[in-house]
């Protein structure tokens, strides 16, 4: 089945799933509020479960090469002595610069004949197919896709009961010049207290470092990042904390999204807007991508829109579901640990990194679209 659609919001889901509904036969317009299509932060990892999506659609080969293929994910304590090292090319994962991602998703889209409206507001979505606009326009589409993004209104109006807020959880993204504090292709997290600092390269160039604090922590948010009182925290990042202090820097907070349904109608929300939720497991947009793909081919497989829209929530919401549980009990962990406990802080990185079971359920979304039962079309096995 194939007509026409209309897309709120012109971020990762919104361009994502209006490339795949364009492979897949339909006409698509994509409404973005902003000017341009652009990300604010730093990097973003892309795991196994985006990464075979976007190969599918045509966009990968040309965003691989903006990015850094990463080899291995480290964990460091507060000396800067390496706790875990993960081989982690099994599972693969990628670092793009944000910008890069969206910039080549805009490109793929439009290649595909997709419309992009720039300055284009959405207000609401009805149930009977139409987006209305903020001008007064309603356009009526076969297929509505709301994808404005965590707070989104027009779910809010859309669906009884769902809400989104935010966690107490500070982030500070960083995109850094230079590859001098990240030269090889690997990921380290540096844990003390209920602080985090991860750095990572995410292009040839640059280097995407985020530190991550409680909301009470005075110290720790403050911008721009203030050096000494970091380096208390970690003794052996001195230099470190110097270059990033004089980098670029975004504040966020985490949030949190519960949406009771994923579809109304002929509408289908996607992206942040459904399921937003801590980026611990470096899932959110992930998720955006991978349930995109099992809407266009739910939608190739039955007669009715309404009726793909509710199987595909039924097919893959599970799989959302359960990382958005696992991301809170790791943003949980990392944000409210008790001091008095640390000494048993290794004992559960030893579990998380070695119990397969535990790793399974957490880690369920990077199985990718095996999980949801769509096995991808092509082998993944040898490409990077
Ligand atoms: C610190 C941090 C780190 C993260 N790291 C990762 C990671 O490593 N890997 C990963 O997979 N995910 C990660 N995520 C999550 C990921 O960034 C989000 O899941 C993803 O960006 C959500 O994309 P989206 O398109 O749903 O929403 P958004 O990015 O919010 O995009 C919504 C778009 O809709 C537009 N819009 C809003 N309202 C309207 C309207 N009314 N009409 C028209 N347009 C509208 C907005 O301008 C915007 O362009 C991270 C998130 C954070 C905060």
Redesign the pocket.
């Known amino acids: 089945m194939a007509g026409h659609v209309e897309i709120?919001?012109?971020?990762?889901?919104?361009l994502n799933a209006a490339i795949i509904l364009a492979r897949h036969g339909w006409t698509v317009r994509v409404?973005?509020?902003?000017l341009e299509i652009r990300e604010a932060?730093a990097g973003?990892?892309l795991r196994k479960n985006?990464i075979d999506v976007l190969e599918m659609e045509g966009a990968f080969a040309d965003l691989a090469p903006c990015g850094v293929k990463i080899l291995a994910a480290r964990i460091a304590d507060r000396e800067g002595r390496i706790r875990q090292e993960f081989d982690v090319t099994p599972s693969r994962l990628h670092c793009v610069p944000r910008q890069s991602l969206v910039d080549v998703l805009a490109q793929t889209a439009r290649q595909a004949g997709v419309e992009i409206e720039l300055s284009?507001?959405?207000?609401a979505a009805e149930p009977d197919g139409y987006l209305v606009m903020q001008d007064g326009r309603r356009r009526k589409a076969d297929l509505v896709v709301v994808?404005?993004?965590?707070r989104s209104p027009?779910r809010n109006a859309l669906i009884s009961g769902a809400r989104a807020w935010e966690l107490r959880t500070t982030?500070n993204?960083h995109l850094v010049s230079g590859r001098e504090i990240a030269r090889a292709p690997i990921t380290t997290q540096h844990w003390s207290g209920n602080r985090r600092i991860g750095i990572t390269p995410t292009s040839e160039t640059q280097t995407y470092v985020?530190t991550i604090c409680h909301d009470d922590d005075a110290g720790g948010r403050k911008l721009p990042l203030d050096v000494e009182d970091w380096t208390r925290t970690f003794p052996s990042l001195r230099e470190t904390l110097e270059v990033i202090s004089a980098a670029p820097v975004t504040q966020?907070h985490y949030h949190l999204v519960k949406c009771p349904r994923w579809q109304k109608g002929r509408v289908a929300i996607i992206?942040?807007?459904a399921h937003g939720l801590p980026?611990t497991l470096?899932?959110?947009?992930?998720l955006?991508i991978m349930n995109a793909y099992a809407l266009a081919k739910c939608l190739d497989r039955q007669i009715s829109v309404e009726e793909a829209l509710r199987q595909w929530e039924e097919r893959v919401r599970f799989v959302s579901d359960r990382t958005q549980r696992w991301s809170c009990r790791y943003d949980w962990f990392t944000r409210e640990w008790p001091e008095s406990l640390e000494f048993l802080r290794p004992v559960i990185f030893w579990m998380f990194g070695h119990l397969p079971l535990l790793d399974r359920r957490m880690r369920v979304a990077e199985r990718g679209l095996e999980a949801i039962g769509f096995a991808p079309a092509i082998s993944s096995a040898s490409a990077g």
């Open positions: 709120a919001g012109g971020g990762i889901a919104g409404h973005e509020r902003a932060g973003i990892f985006s284009s507001t959405a207000t994808a404005d993004g965590f027009i982030v993204r985020y966020y992206g942040d807007a980026p470096g899932q959110g947009a992930g955006a």
